[in-house]
């Protein structure tokens, strides 16, 4: 993208050179005074954004959820192949995802959801006419079924079975009483927060009447907030992991909010009634693994929408397709550094016809630049002629400013799409390649935004080679250039903390346009 704005002969130039060829010189400080205002502007905003806020005051109800301990309480172990977790009467806590280690070890421990102290997700009734189990309550352990009974005689039976990273709690309400009780049932997860989030979506996440939201930490410290749905899931997202509650009933209100240092995501279905003699079943889905697409397809068959929790951003039309294709060119080389390169390779490829047509048309505006002058000077003061002859000597050369920049404006969408696919692919989470041990994360030696900036910087040399240097200092196109030479600089520090997949893509893109530089020169000289 940015060798088609660092290169002097390119239509961003050449449009900066004839829309300031006939502007009065700019002061240097004029330039230096409104980029300090920009800056001022900019740390404001930031500090303003990021300025602590007094947080809703919790209520006595509000702190007795999270300070209800049941450590003592009897544990028993539910799990599939996917999946280890322990419950605790109403509580499931401590879910181990068996194929995903902790560090980049594969023999260490294995990724906790909801392992923190005093963090759970609570599945219960609330009841009216009688009373219902709570956080404390004692089950028995019958025929692998937990069962209570209470003071009235109602009996409740509890099934959990488990399928991969799905859990689903059924419950039964057996009403031996003599009139109507009711019970509204309910699914609650408490947890910490994690405050970054690797520009991803993170944080709690709702599906309400068909609409996926997010609350991301910062804004759930602040405020609460509450939604009424016919149906849906509430729960919180990592940037690799997400824990998800959906309550198998209609009219629900789902709440998020913070209480202490701890969030709270429920949500309350209304009450059902229950007749004498019968019997009332209430069903709970949970998801706990990974926000991976294959997975959450398979997941979204038993909870509607779960598999549109995967933020992909504004250009999630291109980062789909490229984490698709990354997935399909690991599955051959078992290896996302060479995957990425390759998916490097086949873009640029695909790209190289109007790569092609961009620098010959650059080449035909640096050509033209002496006829520009000299029209830009007899018309100086009739805009409307000066217009038209340059319409007309673009005709005749078959080109325009802005054709140099279609490359550029492609490889916009393609860049930002791209970080995406390697920010959320749980795949690319601690995928080795070379000495870089996590390509999801920064390259902890710095070696490739370095490799980065020098391959950017010979792009540039090897793009500007043989132009004229012009000696005027109000030159538009020149200023433009000189100030595109600070661009490798820039560019290698600010891609020092970004993902290495990333930098590791911009690199071999560098060195492919290098090459195709020298063979897109060495043809047209031929000629």
């Not at 009897?74 to 194929?99: C, F, Q, W, Y």
């Not at 009235?152 to 419950?171: A, E, K, P, S």
């Not at 007899?378 to 805009?383: E, R, W």
Request: include cysteine; charge should be positive; hydrophobic fraction near 45%.
């Amino acid at each position: 993208m940015v060798k088609f704005l660092d290169n002097n002969n390119s239509g961003f130039a050449a449009w900066n050179a004839n829309r300031g060829a006939t502007a009065k010189p700019k002061s240097k400080f004029g330039g230096f005074f409104w980029w300090f205002i920009l800056f001022i502007g900019s740390w404001w905003l930031i500090s303003m954004w990021t300025s602590p806020k007094n947080a809703p005051t919790p209520t006595d109800a509000d702190v007795a959820i999270i300070s209800n301990n049941v450590v003592d309480m009897p544990t028993h172990e539910i799990s599939s192949d996917k999946i280890v977790a322990d419950v605790r009467g109403l509580r499931i806590s401590n879910i181990a995802l068996m194929d995903y280690a902790a560090t980049s070890d594969a023999e260490s421990e294995r990724v906790k959801l909801l392992g923190a102290d005093n963090d759970f997700m609570e599945l219960g009734l609330n009841a009216t006419g009688t009373t219902a189990p709570d956080a404390n309550t004692v089950w028995q352990d019958t025929d692998g079924k937990m069962t209570w009974r209470n003071s009235d005689g109602v009996v409740f039976t509890r099934d959990i079975t488990v399928d991969g990273y799905l859990v689903t709690v059924t419950d039964s309400v057996e009403n031996t009483m003599a009139h109507d009780i009711s019970f509204a049932p309910y699914a609650r997860i408490v947890r910490g927060g994690e405050r970054s989030s690797a520009a991803v979506a993170t944080g709690a996440v709702t599906n309400t009447n068909s609409r996926v939201r997010y609350v991301d930490w910062g804004r759930a410290a602040k405020k609460s907030y509450v939604y009424s749905t016919t149906n849906g899931f509430v729960g919180f997202a990592d940037q690799y992991w997400q824990t998800i509650a959906n309550v198998k009933s209609p009219d629900q209100t789902m709440r998020i909010k913070s209480i202490a240092d701890k969030y709270v995501a429920d949500a309350v279905a209304s009450p059902i009634v229950v007749k004498p003699n019968n019997t009332g079943v209430f069903t709970t889905t949970i998801f706990a693994g990974p926000r991976e697409t294959r997975v959450l397809d398979t997941a979204e068959t038993v909870i509607p929408g779960i598999d549109k929790t995967i933020d992909y951003g504004w250009f999630w039309f291109f980062a789909r397709p490229l984490l698709w294709a990354l997935n399909i060119l690991n599955s051959f080389v078992m290896n996302y550094g060479v995957a990425i390169i390759l998916l490097t390779i086949l873009l640029r490829l695909l790209m190289w016809p109007l790569t092609r047509k961009s620098f010959v048309s650059s080449i035909k505006m640096q050509q033209m630049q002496p006829e520009l002058k000299r029209i830009q000077k007899l018309y100086a003061n009739d805009k409307a002629r000066l217009q038209m002859e340059m319409m007309n000597l673009y005709r005749t050369h078959k080109t325009s400013p802005m054709s140099g920049c279609l490359p550029m404006l492609i490889q916009i969408p393609i860049f930002f799409a791209l970080y995406k696919a390697l920010v959320v692919s749980v795949n690319m989470r601690n995928a080795h390649f070379l000495w870089i041990s996590d390509l999801a994360a920064m390259d902890p030696y710095f070696i490739l935004p370095v490799l980065m900036g020098l391959t950017m910087w010979l792009q540039q040399y090897l793009q500007s080679g043989g132009i004229k240097k012009s000696a005027d200092g109000n030159d538009v196109a020149a200023q433009t250039g000189r100030m595109m030479k600070w661009l490798p600089i820039i560019f290698t520090i600010m891609f020092a903390w970004m993902p290495a997949g990333l930098v590791l893509y911009w690199t071999v893109s560098n060195i492919f346009g290098i090459v195709q530089t020298y063979i897109i020169k060495r043809r047209l000289n031929s000629k």
